[in-house]
């Protein structure tokens, strides 16, 4: 029941990401999160590290698209910033935006990757559309009180799955 909502991958840093994995992967597109995935809650800066794998990204081929819950003022003026496309109001988990993205991208479901930071959001909208998922840690320590809930009930599916990794090697 809880491997519903592990993700496909699990990386330390977005930048870990590179595109010669995505390649031996068939992966030739990226639906990524945001807030706590890409910068801090609610920032509009990205770190030097971050522009640089997104440029890596786009300079050998990978699609890449923000994939946010986040109304369009919130994305906009990051994703202009830097060169991005974006779907705002994503309603994640629900799958009917990412497969859209991803259409949109000129890649079938099992060429995309979904990565984010929260599993009842990101992991389970990408598992919902038929993609492979990669999680992060959040970038930021400050959450709303309600992201601070999801991250509480989240920890018992973490702990699960790392044990199970554990138990893999």
């Known amino acids: ?3 519903l909502f592990y993700p496909t991958y699990y990386f330390s840093h977005a930048w870990e990401i590179t595109p010669e994995f995505l390649r031996a992967q068939g992966i030739r597109a990226v639906l990524s999160d945001l807030d706590d995935t890409l910068t ?6 990205l770190a030097p590290e971050y522009a640089a794998w ?6 050998e081929g990978i699609a890449l698209c923000i994939l946010s819950n986040n109304a369009e003022a919130r ?18 988990p629900l799958r009917a935006a990412a497969l859209a993205t ?3 991208l000129g890649a079938k479901p099992e060429e995309t990757l979904l990565l984010g930071d ?15 998922t990669a ?18 009930v989240e920890k018992p599916v973490w702990r699960a799955y790392f044990r199970q990794r554990k ?3």
């Not at 801090?40 to 800066?45: F, K, L, V, Y």
């Not at 997104?54 to 300079?59: E, F």
Request: with cysteine; glycine share 6%.
């Open 75 to 92: 994305i906009r003026p990051f994703c202009e910033r830097n060169g991005l496309q974006y779907t705002p109001k994503a309603k994640k």
């Open 102 to 104: 991803a259409e949109r």
């Open 167 to 169: 138990e893999e090697v």
């Open 40 to 45: 801090c809650h609610d920032s509009q800066e």
């Open 1 to 3: 029941m809880l491997k």
């Open 135 to 152: 999680a992060v840690p959040p970038i930021g320590r400050k959450a709303t009180k309600f992201i601070a809930f999801k991250r509480w």
């Open 118 to 132: 929260q599993i009842f959001t990101d992991i389970l909208c990408g598992k919902n559309a038929g993609m492979r």
């Open 54 to 59: 997104l440029a890596r990204l786009q300079a």
